[in-house]
């Protein structure tokens, strides 16, 4: 069970719904430290008083506000807790509009929310009746020292918020829009092919990080004292016709929907059960196993055993 790392309720008219919320997210990013290269020890890091230049402990941090140049007001603990007065520990809903409605460039980041104990039937009421309504929920609520904005949906089963932000957050784009030029009705034509070649279904499972993969086989290179691989060469030059680079695309598009087949990195299982987990990785590799960067060696072994 994933810890909660948040709790109150979803105020609804009269009605609160207790919950608890969770990531929804378990990013797979790398974590690197910084070590002293001589003898491998970790950097630390001290907060510093700019003004005696020696360190403070953390009871004599406070957070201000440089109200104007040079000028700050302390904020205590009370403080923030005086100005969540509004939404203290409420998802405060204050609208049901249809999801689509929303522009995506809204959405932050995502959260489950479950319920607390013995708060299921309210919980499931609440689950059923957006899930009739097929309605989203736009709701205010306070977290870490700030007012976010939210949208309530379902998803699986489960009530998530998006963590949204608010209208004055999003900039303008006056000026980063192209300015109108005109385009040959061929171009376009062709642009369209090219763009319902590349149509299909959305299937998550298909991407993978291949830049976290890439770092992954060269720290196993350098960690087995092999030299890591060289970067691939640059691609060749484009064609500098746009019509040309269209119609080449659409045909080399064509040509990887036509010809596209699935490598097969399996064996037999016998001989995987043999093999080290680095070798098990670079099988998986050649059978463009996703996920392979996570997999114990148990799971890569029947990963490889299911690609066979």
Excluded at 282 to 296: I, L, N, P
Aim: net charge negative; proline share 5%.
């Amino acid at each position: 069970m994933p810890r909660a790392i948040w709790s109150g309720s979803i105020s609804f008219g009269l009605v609160n719904v207790p919950v608890r919320m969770y990531s929804a997210i378990d990013e797979k990013d790398l974590h690197f430290n910084y070590v002293h290269e001589s003898d491998g020890s970790r950097i630390g890091y001290q907060k510093i008083c700019k003004e005696e230049e020696q360190p403070v402990p953390d009871d004599e941090i406070v957070k201000a506000f440089e109200y104007e140049k040079g000028e700050y007001v302390y904020m205590s603990e009370e403080d923030f807790e005086a100005a969540e007065s509004e939404n203290l520990k409420t998802i405060d809903v204050r609208d049901f509009v249809p999801y689509d409605d929303i522009d995506p460039i809204f959405f932050e980041r995502t959260y489950y929310l479950g319920p607390q104990d013995n708060a299921e039937k309210v919980y499931t009421l609440f689950l059923r009746a957006m899930e009739e309504s097929n309605l989203a929920g736009i709701a205010k609520y306070v977290m870490r020292d700030k007012q976010h904005l939210g949208c309530l949906r379902v998803r699986d089963g489960v009530i998530t918020l998006e963590k949204m932000y608010f209208a004055d957050e999003i900039r303008p784009v006056a000026e980063i829009a192209s300015k109108n030029a005109e385009v040959d009705k061929r171009e376009l034509e062709m642009a369209g092919k090219l763009i319902q070649s590349f149509t299909g279904k959305f299937e998550p499972e298909k991407y993978e990080d291949t830049y976290r993969d890439a770092l992954c086989e060269i720290i196993r290179a350098k960690r087995q004292g092999k030299k890591p691989p060289k970067p691939t060469e640059p691609e060749a030059e484009r064609p500098s016709d746009l019509m040309e680079a269209l119609r080449a695309s659409v045909e080399a598009a064509s040509a990887r929907r036509a010809g596209a087949t699935r490598r097969n990195g399996g064996s037999a299982d016998g001989e995987l059960d043999r093999l080290s987990k680095d070798e098990l990785y670079d099988r998986a590799k050649a059978a463009d196993v996703k996920g392979r960067a996570d997999m114990s060696k148990d799971e890569l072994v029947a990963a490889l055993k299911r690609a066979a």
